[in-house]
């Protein structure tokens, strides 16, 4: 009989304008070890603490591990043919390049052996790339992991209760298409950002 296989888990948590010690008491909440950067722009315009190298600082110092994962995992690709004529992200076409997939690897690799958070700018996992892009793919995939998000007033809550709250049944209509797997809402890979929904 083959053994079963333990679940694994994967945390996001959006860093907004928090202070740095709320932000570390977040993470601290849930135990976290790793914290995977997953912003395409890795800096934070109102709380320059969250920019990139002050972060790491913080993680570092508080004795926890910083992964940057912008590059792979990012929701503003540099490339334009990833984007539609509104300026929308094309998530389909982002998550079946092989970047994408490497920073998925890299990402899961680490889940199998720490408490991983991905982090990204936006409060709400609602409306963030780290929940619309990332978990979905990692939830499609053969292993899908467990996604707990850390909510801003420490509040956790499961990924498919979210989904219960935001979609309601799963189940489209007959014969109505599955609306386009697409950002949010349209950005530009290049204009500077504090708080974006496709960081």
């Not at 928090?18 to 914290?35: G, K, M, Q, T």
Request: glycine residues 6%.
């Amino acid at each position: 009989m083959a053994p079963v296989t333990e679940q694994v888990e994967l945390w996001t948590v959006g860093h907004s304008n928090h202070e740095a010690d709320h932000f570390l008491r977040l993470l601290a909440s849930c135990r976290i070890d790793v914290l995977a950067d997953v912003r395409s722009q890795p800096y934070a315009r109102y709380a320059s603490h969250f920019s990139q190298a002050p972060l790491r600082r913080l993680i570092e110092g508080a004795g926890l591990h910083y992964v940057f994962l912008g590059r792979e995992l990012g929701g503003r690709p540099p490339e334009p043919e990833m984007y539609d004529s509104d300026d929308y992200v094309l998530y389909g076409k982002l998550a079946n390049s092989q970047r994408f997939r490497d920073g998925l690897h890299r990402l899961t690799d680490s889940m199998t052996r720490c408490r991983v958070a991905m982090m990204c700018s936006e409060e709400n996992p609602a409306d963030c790339h780290r929940r619309l892009l990332i978990a979905r793919a990692l939830l499609q995939g053969d292993a899908p992991p467990r996604v707990t998000h850390i909510l801003g007033d420490g509040r956790i809550m499961d990924d498919r209760q979210l989904s219960r709250d935001l979609d309601g049944p799963s189940q489209l209509p007959l014969f109505e298409e599955e609306p386009q797997w697409r950002s949010a809402r349209s950005v530009s890979p290049n204009t500077p950002h504090g708080s974006s929904l496709a960081s």
